[in-house]
Every structure is written in structure tokens, then in C-alpha cells.
């Protein structure tokens, strides 16, 4: 197999997974983070059956399934009475993967594991890229501490605001949501209050709600609330300790337990840039794609893509085209379309649609051959399964 050099620009958990995924294929591999450290914020934590399938021939998995929580179902439920609409259950798909469930393990837990098994690969924390020169032949960047780097190939991996994006001056297409995504960190035990499963997404015309348990740094178990925020609502506001307290009453919480351990607000937008390559530059994970996180599917399709080109890079006489020609379309029919699929059925306002669109999920859910389909597509395998056909 050829031995190339090979820049990845971002330690998130796209570039970590990017740049193990080129060192197991024998590349010499630099890594360059702007931080000091990996970000902790509560961002991804689904990992869906394909993403097990490529950190299981990562040799991740046995620590991943330690430092996480295995969730075999996700509920549908009525928000404004709290009733479970829906269950879907991943045992379905056992004989389409070898891991019928999803993982639930905090996407900084992946990156710090990830760099600890790059082995001989340079690492540079504290090193920011800010320009970057390529031709025909090579790739070069310089970072904001007077570092320079080359290389044959360059993946960027530095997020929804990528510099490597913008110094490849390639547009990214698509828009930003007018409310902003409110997490709120909490120890009460939805599951034994109300009989949650560990991922839940709550509809409701005015302010939905989606619920998901995830280990913490402790392992002692924590849940996530994520709500929208109003249009109109201001972040200080969103913030306010009697907002936050007011959203927990709403999905049960007593007063006597709405105490909470972190909140986070994010913009959300729906965006693909218009070229995943140019020349020797890659764009992979949320540097060419952001999409709201309902579903879980934004760092799954963004590891997807750092195995599929970590493939192909390894390739003799590689066909650099078909990493755009494959992953772009995905992106856009499996991730796009249904992350926007998902808020709309969370949101909708019209009674009769919402009663419509809860029945559609019973009588999904109650039809085996239905039931396995949606899930075959909602956790990626259907899209998995068709990148290996293009
Ligand atoms: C609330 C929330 C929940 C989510 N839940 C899920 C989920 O359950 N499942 C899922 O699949 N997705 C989920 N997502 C999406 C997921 O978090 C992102 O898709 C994921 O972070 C993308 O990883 P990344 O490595 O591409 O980018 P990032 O995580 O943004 O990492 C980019 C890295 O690049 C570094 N960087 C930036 N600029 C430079 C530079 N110029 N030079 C060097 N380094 C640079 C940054 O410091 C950072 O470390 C969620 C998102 C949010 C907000």
C-alpha cells in the first residue's frame, strides 16, 4: 500500500477518527488542533450501528461500549401529556449489523480515545490554521503561531466554520435556523419517573423536547434535555435560571429536583458546502456539512466519511472524484432531509396533522417490514450500504 503524508486540520472527533483511520492504513499523519485541549461541551453522543461497525475495525470499541451506554430502543412521545406515542427497537436490524443498537458516548470521550492510539503520528495542540496553499503535487499550511506544514493530502476537518473551507473559498450553501438549541445537563432519572428509554423525543407545537441519557466523565449517568428556544427569545433570557427551571417543570421534573449541572445554547443550521474537494484538499465531517442534531446523524455521517476517505487515500491510484460523488448526495438525501423530516414532525402545529403524524408512527412501528426500513435508514445503514454501491 502507498504511504502518503497526510495533514488532518481539527482534533474534533471527524479529524481524531480521520487521522487513527490513516494511520491503521500506514500513512504518516499530522494533526493539527487549534485548542489546547478537546472541547468537553455536550454535543453528539448517538452513535449509530455503521459508526460501531468502522470504530470496531478501529480496535475502539471494547472502550467505547465502557465509557458509554447501550440504548436498544428510542421512544416517540405526546410532549403536552407526557404519553409515549411510539418505540422503535434496533433489534430489528440484528442480521443487517453486528450491532443492533445504538452507543451513547459523549463525541469528546471518541476524540481523546482516538488520539491516544496514533501511536508515531505528530500531534500539535495550540496550532490554528489560518492559510493554506496547494498545487498539483502538494499542500501546505501555515498556522497562527508561525508553524508551517506540507504534505500530499490535506483533510479538513475544523468544523461548521472551517478555515480550510473558507481558504478554499468554497461556498456553504444553505441556512441557519431562526431559534437556537438550549441543553440542559440534569441527574434526574427520566427513565425511572417516567419510563423513558434512553434516547426520547418529546413533540409539541410550541416547545418540544428531546431527552437522552449519556454516562458522564463518572460514569454515573446524566440526561440531556434539548429544547428550542423561541424565535424571539433572547440568550440571557433562555439562560435565566427561571426559564431553565420552567422548561424542566414542563417535562415533570418537581421543584424539589430542578437543580442542573450545565446549559449550552447553539445555533443550528442546515447547510452542505457546494465542493467536498479541491485539488488535494478534503472537506469531511461538519466542515462540509451542518444539520440540526434531531436523529443523531451529523458526526455519524461525518466519521462515515473519514473511514470512506481514509479508504480511498490508500488506494494506488485513488479516484479523488468519487469521495464528492459518493458522499455529497448521501449527506444531502440521508442527513439533511431527514434531520429536517425530524424537527418538523417534533414541531408541527396543525392538531390534525400532529394526530396524523403520531398515527404514521404507530402504524410504522407496528409493521415489521416497515418498522426495520425506518430504521435502516434512520440510523445510516441504508446509506452506508449505498456508498459501497457508488
Ligand atoms: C446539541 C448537539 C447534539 C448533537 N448530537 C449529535 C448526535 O447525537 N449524533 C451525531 O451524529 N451528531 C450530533 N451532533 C453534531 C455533532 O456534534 C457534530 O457533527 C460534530 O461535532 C462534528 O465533529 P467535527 O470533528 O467535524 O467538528 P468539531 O467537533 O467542530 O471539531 C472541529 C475541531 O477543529 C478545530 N479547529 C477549528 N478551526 C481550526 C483551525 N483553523 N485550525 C486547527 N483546528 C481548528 C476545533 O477546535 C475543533 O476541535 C450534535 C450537535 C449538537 C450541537
Given at each position: 500500500?502507498?504511504?502518503?503524508n497526510?495533514?488532518?486540520?481539527?482534533?474534533?472527533?471527524?479529524?481524531?477518527?480521520?487521522?487513527?483511520?490513516?494511520?491503521?492504513?500506514?500513512?504518516?499523519v499530522?494533526?493539527?488542533?487549534?485548542?489546547?485541549?478537546?472541547?468537553?461541551?455536550?454535543?453528539?453522543?448517538?452513535?449509530?450501528?455503521?459508526?460501531?461497525?468502522?470504530?470496531?475495525?478501529?480496535?475502539l470499541?471494547?472502550e467505547?461500549?465502557?465509557?458509554?451506554?447501550?440504548?436498544?430502543?428510542?421512544?416517540?412521545?405526546?410532549?403536552?401529556?407526557?404519553t409515549?406515542?411510539?418505540?422503535?427497537?434496533?433489534?430489528?436490524?440484528?442480521?443487517?449489523?453486528?450491532?443492533?443498537?445504538?452507543?451513547?458516548?459523549?463525541?469528546?470521550?471518541?476524540?481523546?480515545?482516538?488520539?491516544?492510539?496514533?501511536g508515531?503520528?505528530?500531534?500539535?495542540?495550540g496550532?490554528?490554521?489560518?492559510?493554506?496553499?496547494?498545487?498539483?503535487?502538494?499542500?501546505?499550511?501555515?498556522?497562527?503561531?508561525?508553524?508551517?506544514?506540507?504534505?500530499?493530502?490535506?483533510?479538513?476537518?475544523?468544523?461548521?466554520?472551517?478555515?480550510?473551507?473558507?481558504?478554499?473559498?468554497?461556498?456553504?450553501?444553505?441556512?441557519?435556523?431562526?431559534?437556537?438549541?438550549?441543553?440542559?445537563?440534569?441527574?434526574?432519572?427520566?427513565?425511572?419517573?417516567?419510563?423513558?428509554?434512553?434516547?426520547?423525543?418529546?413533540?409539541?407545537?410550541?416547545?418540544?423536547?428531546?431527552?437522552?441519557?449519556?454516562?458522564?466523565?463518572?460514569?454515573k449517568g446524566?440526561?440531556?434535555?434539548?429544547?428550542?428556544?423561541?424565535?424571539?427569545?433572547?440568550?440571557?433570557?433562555?439562560?435565566?435560571?427561571?426559564?431553565?427551571?420552567?422548561?424542566?417543570?414542563?417535562?415533570?421534573?418537581?421543584?424539589?429536583?430542578?437543580?442542573?449541572?450545565?446549559?449550552?445554547?447553539?445555533?443550528?443550521?442546515?447547510?452542505?458546502?457546494?465542493?467536498?474537494?479541491?485539488?488535494?484538499?478534503?472537506?469531511?465531517?461538519?466542515?462540509?456539512?451542518?444539520?440540526?442534531?434531531?436523529?443523531?446523524?451529523?458526526?455519524?455521517?461525518?466519521?462515515?466519511?473519514?473511514?470512506?476517505?481514509a479508504?480511498?487515500?490508500?488506494?494506488?491510484?485513488?479516484?479523488?472524484?468519487?469521495?464528492?460523488?459518493?458522499?455529497?448526495?448521501?449527506?444531502?438525501?440521508?442527513?439533511?432531509?431527514?434531520?429536517?423530516?425530524?424537527?418538523?414532525?417534533?414541531?408541527?402545529?396543525?392538531?390534525?396533522?400532529?394526530?396524523?403524524?403520531?398515527?404514521?408512527?404507530?402504524?410504522?412501528?407496528?409493521?415489521?417490514?416497515?418498522?426495520?426500513?425506518?430504521?435502516?435508514?434512520?440510523?445510516?445503514?441504508?446509506?452506508t450500504?449505498?456508498?459501497?454501491?457508488?
Amino acid at each position: 500500500m502507498p504511504r502518503r503524508n497526510i495533514l488532518v486540520v481539527g482534533a474534533g472527533p471527524v479529524g481524531a477518527v480521520a487521522a487513527l483511520a490513516c494511520v491503521r492504513f500506514g500513512h504518516r499523519v499530522t494533526l493539527l488542533e487549534a485548542q489546547e485541549r478537546i472541547d468537553d461541551s455536550p454535543r453528539a453522543s448517538t452513535t449509530q450501528p455503521p459508526t460501531l461497525e468502522i470504530l470496531a475495525e478501529l480496535g475502539l470499541i471494547e472502550e467505547y461500549l465502557r465509557v458509554g451506554l447501550v440504548s436498544r430502543t428510542f421512544q416517540f412521545w405526546d410532549r403536552g401529556t407526557l404519553t409515549r406515542i411510539a418505540e422503535f427497537d434496533f433489534e430489528r436490524l440484528r442480521g443487517e449489523t453486528g450491532f443492533p443498537f445504538v452507543v451513547q458516548t459523549e463525541q469528546h470521550k471518541l476524540a481523546n480515545m482516538a488520539i491516544a492510539r496514533l501511536g508515531d503520528a505528530s500531534v500539535f495542540f495550540g496550532c490554528k490554521v489560518t492559510d493554506l496553499q496547494h498545487d498539483d503535487n502538494r499542500v501546505s499550511v501555515r498556522c497562527e503561531n508561525g508553524e508551517q506544514f506540507s504534505a500530499d493530502y490535506l483533510i479538513g476537518a475544523d468544523g461548521g466554520r472551517s478555515t480550510v473551507r473558507k481558504c478554499l473559498g468554497v461556498e456553504f450553501e444553505g441556512y441557519t435556523w431562526p431559534e437556537r438549541f438550549l441543553v440542559i445537563t440534569t441527574k434526574f432519572d427520566f427513565a425511572a419517573a417516567l419510563g423513558c428509554s434512553f434516547r426520547n423525543y418529546m413533540a409539541d407545537p410550541d416547545e418540544w423536547t428531546n431527552l437522552f441519557k449519556v454516562a458522564g466523565d463518572d460514569l454515573k449517568g446524566r440526561w440531556r434535555a434539548v429544547y428550542n428556544t423561541r424565535a424571539d427569545e433572547s440568550d440571557a433570557e433562555a439562560l435565566s435560571d427561571a426559564a431553565v427551571r420552567a422548561r424542566l417543570a414542563r417535562i415533570y421534573v418537581p421543584e424539589s429536583e430542578r437543580d442542573y449541572l450545565h446549559l449550552n445554547l447553539y445555533n443550528v443550521h442546515q447547510r452542505v458546502a457546494k465542493r467536498f474537494r479541491q485539488g488535494r484538499v478534503f472537506l469531511c465531517g461538519d466542515a462540509a456539512h451542518v444539520n440540526n442534531p434531531i436523529g443523531g446523524l451529523g458526526l455519524n455521517s461525518g466519521i462515515h466519511e473519514a473511514w470512506d476517505l481514509a479508504k480511498l487515500l490508500s488506494e494506488e491510484s485513488p479516484d479523488l472524484d468519487a469521495y464528492e460523488r459518493r458522499r455529497r448526495p448521501l449527506n444531502i438525501e440521508y442527513v439533511q432531509e431527514q434531520t429536517v423530516a425530524n424537527k418538523k414532525r417534533l414541531e408541527e402545529k396543525d392538531p390534525a396533522l400532529r394526530r396524523q403524524r403520531f398515527d404514521e408512527l404507530r402504524a410504522i412501528c407496528e409493521d415489521p417490514v416497515r418498522h426495520k426500513a425506518f430504521l435502516m435508514r434512520a440510523s445510516l445503514l441504508e446509506s452506508t450500504r449505498r456508498a459501497l454501491r457508488t
